[in-house]
């Protein structure tokens, strides 16, 4: 995969190391130069250190950011964070973007734009690997002997449905052996029924058949 990071601190240059390491491609957009300098000489592997602020739309396309599978900022703001992943978003059509978020108080704004937000530095890392080898899918259990999964995605913001009134969750077509079972909207959690609307930033658990969890995770990703 190619990753691009918008921040080269400690937590970039620990992200970066992980995906390195993982054989994967990686482009670090750091504003200070003293910091660029140091990454491009401590890093090893597939790597590409941009000089600049990963809050603009020009040091991303240096970044070549346009070929990114995946884009996550870790900076210490969190309004950086927000406003780079939605250049990504909606400039660039990232297909993920991931933040870190410092102030649990700021995890609803991000959500309500249907970017992922996490404050776990190693989960990160997780969610990334998971996305290389599930599609993208955060697993959260195994049932009856590996053949039922329980997995997580989160609703982006929709190019297909109002993203103001959302979608019932009975109309994402999800295939056959996959079933949404619940939502949490920021700190309420419920129960898919009738009239449950998935809207950007929502969290959904789906119920799959192991070989379903790709297709399911599709469907939601692409409303």
């Known amino acids: 995969m190619y990753i691009v990071i918008n921040g080269g601190g400690k937590i970039g240059e620990y992200l970066a190391r992980i995906m390195l390491e993982q054989d994967n491609e990686v482009a670090i957009i750091e504003e200070q130069a003293t910091v660029a300098d140091r990454l491009s000489g401590v890093l090893n592997g597939r790597y590409l250190i941009i000089c600049g ?14 070929r990114a599978d995946v884009f996550v900022s870790t900076t210490g703001q969190d309004d950086a964070n927000l406003v780079s992943c939605e250049i990504a978003t909606r400039v660039f059509d990232v297909p993920r973007c991931i933040a870190r ?3 649990p108080k700021n995890l609803r704004i991000f959500r ?3 970017i992922e937000c996490v404050s776990s530095t190693t989960l990160i890392a997780t969610i990334i690997q998971e996305d290389a080898v599930l599609g993208g899918i955060g697993v959260l259990s195994s049932l009856s002997q590996g053949n039922v999964m329980l997995s997580e995605v989160t609703v982006p913001r929709m190019k297909h449905h109002d993203n103001e009134t959302g979608i019932l969750a ?5 295939p056959e052996g996959c079933l949404l079972v619940a939502v949490s909207k920021g700190d309420d959690v419920e129960v898919v029924g009738s009239d449950t609307t998935l809207l950007p930033g929502d969290v959904v658990t789906i119920a ?5 969890k790709v297709a399911a995770y599709n469907a939601v990703r692409q409303l």
């Open 53 to 66: 602020d990963g809050c603009t739309s020009h040091f991303q396309e240096e970044a070549d950011i346009r």
């Open 101 to 103: 978020v410092n102030n």
């Open 170 to 174: 009975r109309h994402v077509p999800v």
């Open 112 to 114: 309500e734009v249907g």
């Open 208 to 212: 799959t058949d192991t070989d379903k």
